[in-house]
């Protein structure tokens, strides 16, 4: 099922999305007794992380029992401002403790971009499901040229039964990013696409068409709902 949600701006994605968010994990949290979420970085991704933090009912979420994974993450120092679990930790993470975090790896000197991959898919091996993380929630953000994650336009297809894997050219900086693939963000309950600006308008029309397979974005599925929350310019080639 595709549902798309139109909002005046940015803004309003950010806080539409982080109240949904909230109430879902709620509801998730009182029918299972673990759940797994994934996170995206992204200028959209942030703010809805910060909008999540100011949520009046975030209190509600009891963090022990989430845990949390990056569709992608740059391939950089743990120290960067660039990195997605920095900014996330800031926006959200750092107030609620009690979240289970699984971040990609930082880099560090001696440690090679595959190596951190390898190391990282033994991570996800340990809380899989056949080889796949069991996501109930992925957040994802979506740039112009229609990529999610670090899955960019162009790339070689990646072998079945990967979950993980790594991008050393990426057209978007920082060059080096580690990224979950479309099979493994496939296996998710529900996908929200959390999407603003003119420059999208054009890859959200053909994600949400029966041409959705050209783009990055259009080649991954929630099992059971995929939500795009637009802002009135990316929706605006939308009939
Ligand atoms: C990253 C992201 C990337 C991002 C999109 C959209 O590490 O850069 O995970 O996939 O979500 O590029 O970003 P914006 O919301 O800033 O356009």
Redesign the pocket.
């Known amino acids: 099922m595709i549902e798309i949600l139109k909002f005046n701006d940015a803004t309003e994605v950010a806080e539409a999305a982080a109240d949904a968010f909230v109430h879902t994990l709620v509801q998730l949290l009182a029918e299972k007794a673990e759940i797994n979420i994934s996170v995206?970085?992204?200028?959209?991704?942030i703010k809805t992380l910060a909008a999540i933090a100011e949520h009046r009912d975030l209190s509600s979420i009891d963090f022990q029992r989430v845990r949390v994974w990056w569709?992608?993450?740059?391939f950089v120092t743990r120290e960067s401002e660039d990195r997605?679990f920095n900014q996330a930790f800031e926006a959200l993470f750092s107030k609620v403790p009690e979240a289970k975090l699984h971040p990609m790896p930082a880099a560090k000197a001696g440690l090679t971009l595959q190596a951190a991959t390898e190391e990282f898919a033994q991570v996800v091996a340990e809380h899989s499901v056949d080889g796949f993380i069991p996501f109930d929630l992925t957040l994802?953000?979506?740039?112009p040229d229609g990529?999610?994650?670090?899955l960019f336009p162009g790339k070689p297809p990646v072998e079945a039964g990967v979950s993980v894997l790594f991008e050393d050219d990426s057209p978007?900086p920082p060059a080096q990013?580690i990224s979950f693939s479309y099979e493994a963000i496939n296996h998710s309950s529900e996908i929200w696409f959390?999407?603003?600006?003119a420059d999208?308008a054009l890859p959200v029309s053909i994600a949400t068409s029966t041409d959705s397979e050209k783009v990055p974005a259009g080649r991954v599925s929630g099992i059971k709902k995929t939500v795009w929350f637009l802002d009135q310019t990316a929706a605006s080639k939308l009939s």
């Not at 994802?140 to 740039?143: E, F, P, V």
């Not at 990529?147 to 670090?150: D, G, L, W």
């Open positions: 995206t970085g992204g200028s959209l991704g569709g992608d993450e740059r997605n994802l953000g979506m740039g990529h999610i994650a670090s978007k990013r959390l999407v603003a600006g999208k």
